[in-house]
């Protein structure tokens, strides 16, 4: 029987929560090197990439031979800023969420598969082992309406604050203490006040309260 979540509905401009965790549970993230190199790709492959730049760049003479490889690199290197939207994430030792809208029906599958594939062989790499890291393919949950969507990014920013350590999340984006430019936070910041604490998102997600009308727990993976 399939997993829960791993049969997916694709839709164009569809909104989907995003998941998946280590196989057997094992943890996905070892060290704080683990968690900046996903977040590395996740900004290479999310931030608008300007192809022309990079070409008049690639032939400068006074280029290194090292800087001229990564710059090639960079130019082979999918990108998806075009066809996916990232609203929230937190990555978590061994699994991670992420909201994100896609823009055609297939969109979400090639970002996330190259993503996962890319991670999976710096993975093994980095600590000399092989097979796969994530529990099957990635899972993911349409969202299908604005209550839903604004609640999912409350859940996935209160995975990060649970433990003793806060995990990388898009919070800090949120409450604008840092900018990330490959996060979408205006759709969701829109329908909170900037003056008033009470109507703030800072304070939507430290509420606590969760609706009764969508079970968030079944969602929960650790």
Partial sequence: MPARNSIKTYVGNGYYHVYNRGVEKRKI?????DYAVFLGYLKEYLLQKDDQKLRHKLV????????????????RLNNFAEEIELFSFT????????????????????????????????FNKKYDRVGKLFQGVYKAVLVDSLEY???????????SLQGR???P???????????IGWINTEMILSYFSKKIHGLSYESFVSDGNMPSSRNFSELLID
């Fill in 29 to 33: 993230f070892l060290c704080k090197h």
């Fill in 60 to 75: 400068d003479i006074n280029l290194s031979a090292e800087e001229r490889n990564k710059v090639a690199k960079l130019l």
């Fill in 91 to 122: 990555l978590k030792p061994n699994h991670f969420h992420m909201l994100i809208k896609q823009k055609d029906a297939g969109s979400m599958d090639k970002f996330m598969n190259s993503l996962c594939t890319r991670y999976t062989m710096y």
């Fill in 149 to 159: 969507c604004l609640y999912l990014t409350k859940y996935i920013h209160a995975q």
């Fill in 165 to 167: 350590t806060k995990r």
């Fill in 169 to 179: 999340s898009s919070l800090d984006a949120y409450l604008g203490k840092q900018r």
